[in-house]
């Protein structure tokens, strides 16, 4: 199928959907209802948006940066079907390329909001949801060697994705959307600390990304890497046991001045010091529930991750439509965090996420700030968001890693 036949196919889709009741949504301003404090209940207060389809960017990177194959994917995600979990959605996808199709189901948990200003100077707020699920890729004769190789023979299985979708709600317009979804490369996503261990594949430094609005430029090796101080914002722990179900959400814990900084870079193997576009850095920061408590990357020396949390800058977004200019880095590591909310109150968690840099924002202060922090709503660049990783494979323990579809039970957002 050539890109030509995809952009009719995806006109197709997309319009066909159009003419199927849809009725576009409309997002009410104003906070998200999760600024009630550290271990209180919250009433989430989160929008009603539409399905949106909009092309995109399939990218194939290798492990020094390397664009090696990219083309347009065409996307149709739904809106989010929120759950009787109070931070959970669930969201329907559909792709299009000349390399696969695919039809399947995203876990969306809920991340934060803010406010911003369009180029034109028009109000409006950014809803962030991140996003990970297993993706089975049908793929075409023409998908050899472009693809991860767990979704070809002799697997065929599910390609596992992580990353996130943001909305942009203005006043008196239809939400606009921008997503990443990533797979990341066999050293890590098929290793054997993995749920998806493949010997065979856990040497793997290919990362394979799709990006939307297609407006988008992979750039990975001079895309620079969020860093320096880290303003503020939020951790938001919620309890979580497998068996017997348990599952509550608690209100935002504000996070105190800390720092964001890069002690080196690389290519992803061999391990060492290089040029490569896989920017290692240390993350530390201090939440403020109750005592002040430590927030950090753990240092893993030895594995592709040596200070415990790697940055991988794409590119950027041009343009005049949202997400208007500004820059993508996605993230993979373990963090350590304090959890009072629950037992035990040490939490160390895989954790997996994203950063945008670009059109400055402003966040919504919670309610009551504690004696330890300041509050600074803005103008802020980057919003980096991350998730902590309970793979529901390892069911009935409750337990951290990676490989496969997961929950989570922290999202940890930090404004730079």
């Not at 840099?357 to 968001?385: I, K, M, Q, R, Y």
């Amino acid at each position: 199928m050539n890109c030509l036949k995809v952009g009719g196919a995806c006109a197709l889709v997309v319009g066909l959907f159009l003419l199927d009741g849809y009725v576009p949504a409309q997002c009410a301003p104003g906070a998200d209802g999760f600024d009630t404090g550290c271990c209180a209940p919250v009433t989430p207060v989160l929008p009603a948006l539409a399905q949106t389809g909009y092309y995109g960017v399939y990218g194939m990177i290798d492990g020094c940066g390397n664009v090696l194959f990219q083309s347009q994917v065409c996307i149709v995600i739904s809106a989010p079907v929120y759950t009787p979990l109070c931070d959970y959605a669930v969201f329907n996808v559909l792709m299009l390329s000349p390399l696969f199709t695919c039809n399947g189901t995203l876990l969306g948990k809920y991340a934060r909001v803010w406010r911003e200003l369009s180029p034109t100077g028009m109000p409006g707020q950014v809803w962030r949801f991140l996003l990970n699920g297993d993706l089975l890729l049908n793929l075409s004769a023409s998908a050899a060697g472009l693809v991860p190789p767990i979704s070809e023979p002799p697997y065929s299985q599910a390609v596992h994705f992580t990353g996130f979708i943001d909305f942009e709600c203005n006043a008196g317009s239809s939400p606009t959307g921008a997503l990443c979804l990533s797979h990341w490369p066999g050293v890590l996503q098929h290793s054997p600390f993995s749920t998806n261990a493949v010997a065979p594949l856990s040497s793997g430094t290919t990362t394979y990304h799709i990006v939307a609005p297609g407006n988008f430029n992979y750039a990975p090796t001079t895309t620079a890497e969020p860093q320096g101080p880290v303003i503020g914002d939020s951790s938001r722990h919620s309890s979580l046991v497998w068996s017997p179900f348990v599952y509550n959400c608690f209100g935002d814990t504000p996070v105190a001045t800390g720092s964001l900084t890069t002690s080196s870079n690389n290519c992803l193997l061999p391990l060492g010091p290089g040029t490569g576009p896989f920017r290692h850095q240390v993350l530390s920061t201090i939440d403020c529930c109750g005592s002040p408590s430590p927030i950090g990357s753990v240092p893993l020396s030895g594995t592709p991750i040596p200070t415990g949390l790697v940055a991988l800058p794409l590119g950027a977004w041009t343009g005049g439509v949202f997400p208007y200019n500004r820059s993508l880095t996605v993230y993979f590591g373990v963090a350590l965090s304090n959890n009072p909310c629950s037992s035990p109150p040490t939490v160390l968690r895989v954790v997996t996420g994203a950063a945008t840099t670009g059109s400055f924002g402003f966040t919504f202060p919670p309610l009551n700030w504690p004696s330890c922090f300041n509050p600074v709503a803005g103008p802020v660049s980057t919003f980096l968001d991350l998730q902590g990783m309970l793979p529901i494979s390892y069911f009935p323990v409750t337990l951290s890693g990676f490989g496969s579809l997961f929950a989570s039970d922290w999202v940890l957002s930090l404004t730079l």
